[in-house]
């Protein structure tokens, strides 16, 4: 099951990781909309990151080496959908940040994300 969660978070942060470089005005109307749900806005998010962070969290449990680097990315998922849930109003106040001004920054998380596709996808083949 690790090599399929490699595969599956390869493919995953490569389709992020190209649409942050490529649509970064429609990830700021994105996050624009989610702050104007309020709330339930944040609870989006947090269904996102949640539900990502639990399937690697669940199928590749390892704690050593590169594949450290999935794990870690899926706890991180985890505890981001948690506090989404617990503490909405922090992911609220995250997303007053987001304004067309930063557009790189979503570019910039896209070229890491693009790395980590590639990470992960040597992983699943050579890993």
Known sequence: MEQATQVFAAIYCFGIGLSHI???????EFFTWLREKGRPGAFVEGFLSLGFGALVVA?????????????LLGWG????????FA??????????????????QFQAAGVVLLALSGLFAYLARFG
């Open 59 to 71: 199928f590749h449990n390892v704690w050593s080496g590169m594949p450290l680097i999935l794990t």
């Open 87 to 104: 503490a909405p109003q922090l992911g609220l106040r995250a997303y007053e940040h987001v304004t067309p001004e930063r557009a790189w």
């Open 22 to 28: 490529a649509q970064p005005r429609a990830w700021i």
């Open 77 to 84: 998922q985890v505890l981001k959908g948690l506090a989404r």
